[in-house]
C-alpha cells in the first residue's frame, strides 16, 4: 500500500478504532510511513488494541473478516485476539493482547512516534525488522 492508500486507509478507520477499540496504537511500516518515513510502502495496516477492543471490532468489522490459520502458540509474537481484515480501502490486521517474548506490548496511541516505533522493531528483533529500524535510524539522523 502506498503512503497515499494508507492515509486513506487510516481516515476510514479511526472513527471505528475510536469507538470500538479505544485505547490503540498503530505500529509497524503502516505507522512509520504515516509519520513520514522514506519507506516504499506497507503490506497492511497493524493495529494493537486490547483483547476486548479486538473483540467488539471483530463484531463491528465480521463482514470483512478473512479466515487464516492460528499463529504457533510458542511463536515469539501471541495476540490473545488477532484477525486479519479486507475492509474495502485495504488490509488491516488487529492484535488484541498482543504479547512479545511472553510480555504484553505496552505502546501508546494513536500513532506512536518515530522513536517509539524503533523501540518496538527493535523489541520484535527479526531481521526485516532491524533491517527497517536501520532506515529509520538513518530518517532520524537526518532529521
Given at each position: 500500500?502506498?503512503?497515499?492508500?494508507?492515509?486513506?486507509?487510516?481516515?476510514?478507520?479511526?472513527?471505528?478504532?475510536?469507538?470500538?477499540?479505544?485505547?490503540?496504537?498503530?505500529?509497524?511500516?503502516?505507522?512509520?510511513?504515516?509519520?513520514?518515513?522514506?519507506?516504499?510502502?506497507?503490506?497492511?495496516?497493524?493495529?494493537?488494541?486490547?483483547?476486548?477492543g479486538a473483540q467488539r471490532l471483530r463484531?463491528?468489522?465480521?463482514?470483512?473478516?478473512?479466515?487464516?490459520?492460528?499463529?504457533?502458540?510458542?511463536?515469539?509474537?501471541?495476540?490473545?485476539d488477532f484477525a486479519r481484515y479486507a475492509?474495502?480501502?485495504?488490509?488491516?490486521?488487529?492484535?488484541?493482547?498482543?504479547?512479545?517474548?511472553?510480555?504484553?506490548?505496552?505502546?501508546?496511541?494513536?500513532?506512536?512516534?518515530?522513536?517509539?516505533?524503533?523501540?518496538?522493531?527493535?523489541?520484535?528483533?527479526?531481521?526485516?525488522?532491524?533491517?527497517?529500524?536501520?532506515?529509520?535510524?538513518?530518517?532520524?539522523?537526518?532529521?
Amino acid at each position: 500500500m502506498s503512503p497515499c492508500e494508507l492515509q486513506n486507509l487510516f481516515e476510514h478507520l479511526a472513527p471505528d478504532l475510536d469507538a470500538f477499540a479505544a485505547p490503540w496504537a498503530l505500529i509497524g511500516s503502516g505507522a512509520l510511513i504515516l509519520l513520514g518515513a522514506p519507506l516504499e510502502g506497507a503490506a497492511d495496516l497493524d493495529v494493537v488494541t486490547g483483547v476486548e477492543g479486538a473483540q467488539r471490532l471483530r463484531s463491528a468489522w465480521a463482514g470483512w473478516v478473512e479466515a487464516g490459520e492460528a499463529k504457533a502458540p510458542d511463536g515469539p509474537f501471541r495476540s490473545e485476539d488477532f484477525a486479519r481484515y479486507a475492509t474495502p480501502w485495504g488490509p488491516v490486521e488487529i492484535m488484541g493482547g498482543l504479547r512479545v517474548r511472553g510480555r504484553a506490548l505496552d505502546v501508546r496511541g494513536p500513532i506512536p512516534s518515530a522513536e517509539e516505533q524503533l523501540r518496538i522493531l527493535r523489541l520484535f528483533g527479526r531481521p526485516k525488522d532491524l533491517e527497517k529500524a536501520a532506515l529509520v535510524e538513518a530518517w532520524l539522523a537526518a532529521g
